[in-house]
């Protein structure tokens, strides 16, 4: 019975390269000489430094702008507070989403499910398995998936025949 799994996982590999391109040019930018800007990352969980609020915002924007060159989406980033450190310091501490979350697992189930198509899915752990008996009915459900969930970068893998 032919099957595919909607799943939510960014390739770990090009946001450590996009990382370390953006602490390399922060670290060579006249506006930050001085300062301690900075991006730290242990596993799925980023922290990005500065001196001030202006200048988080900047080095924000140089991580994001690497992320899009090294083709990572953005979507996949969770923003926390920013929160005040000793002195002027600041920092702020963005989570790399993995894994469906619950209540987009049901989102996505709901959704196929109201959409009529001959396909059962299912939520499996931190992803949600579609079966179905035809080819047809899975590149349907993976089309209207794609057409209605755009607020996160799903990736549908796993096809099966």
Do not use: C
Not at 111 to 138: F, H, M, N, Y
């Amino acid at each position: 019975m032919p099957t595919f799994d909607v799943t939510l996982e960014a390739d770990l590999v090009e946001v450590r390269n996009a990382l370390d391109q953006a602490n390399r040019e922060v670290s060579t930018r006249f506006d930050f000489k001085g300062s301690d800007a900075r991006i730290e990352h242990k596993d799925r969980e980023l922290t990005v430094f500065a001196d001030d609020d202006f200048k988080l915002g900047q080095v924000r924007d140089v991580m994001l702008s690497k992320f899009a060159k090294r083709g990572v989406d953005v979507r996949f980033l969770d923003y926390g507070e920013p929160q005040k450190m000793g002195g002027d310091k600041i920092k702020q501490v963005i989570t790399v989403r993995h894994g469906l979350s619950g209540e987009v697992a049901k989102r996505v189930v709901k959704l196929i499910k109201e959409s009529k198509i001959k396909v059962q899915s299912s939520i499996q752990g931190d992803a949600v398995r579609v079966t179905g008996t035809k080819r047809d009915d899975l590149q349907a459900a993976i089309s209207l998936v794609k057409e209605k969930v755009t607020d996160l970068p799903l990736t549908f893998g796993n096809f099966r025949d």
